[in-house]
């Protein structure tokens, strides 16, 4: 019985192969819906400094805000209107807080009855464009503050210049 066997022996790559290529698709899966929730049009104020957002939240509502104080909803936010026509705009502080209103008791029924007493287990994340008054981004707070939610936060892009 002879250890040393002549022949080469040549690993399989294919299930490795496959994979990794499984991995890619879902990590390009996975950027595209957190893609989805921010808008591209807005363009962020810059900051000399910012807290980035906690990565133990696990459950954010994006409110993307364009310079006239409209609030763009996300594809994954959108809903049919009372004319069946698809609401992707928010156009008015008391329309956001109808509809936040509904996203918060969605938020307390899937905390599940342990936590009722607790509030939302969400985090508002206000995407605010540069241009937009804020007088406009205010009402737009107290909207979110008269749905029930209470943790908010404000997005900006970090300073790269010298001050």
């Not at 900051?47 to 994006?62: C, G, N, Q, R």
């Not at 342990?114 to 981004?137: E, F, M, Y």
């Amino acid at each position: 019985m002879s250890h040393g066997a002549t022949d080469k022996c040549e690993p399989n790559f294919v299930p490795l192969l496959d994979l990794v290529l499984q991995l890619v698709m879902f990590f390009m899966l996975c950027a595209n819906f957190v893609l989805d929730q921010t808008n591209v049009q807005i363009k962020l104020p810059e900051a000399i400094s910012a807290k980035a957002l906690d990565k133990a939240e696990d459950y954010t509502i994006y409110l993307n805000i364009n310079e006239q104080g409209i609030v763009i909803l996300a594809p994954t936010d959108q809903f049919k209107g009372t004319d069946e026509q698809t609401v992707k705009a928010l156009d008015n502080p008391k329309q956001v807080e109808i509809w936040l209103k509904r996203r918060y008791e969605e938020d307390i029924q899937a905390g599940g009855p342990a936590n009722k007493d607790k509030g939302p287990r969400s985090l508002i994340v206000l995407r605010v464009h540069k241009q937009c008054p804020w007088g406009k981004t205010h009402t737009i707070m107290a909207a979110c503050r008269a749905a029930g939610y209470s943790r908010a936060q404000l997005r900006v892009e970090l300073h790269s210049g010298p001050i």
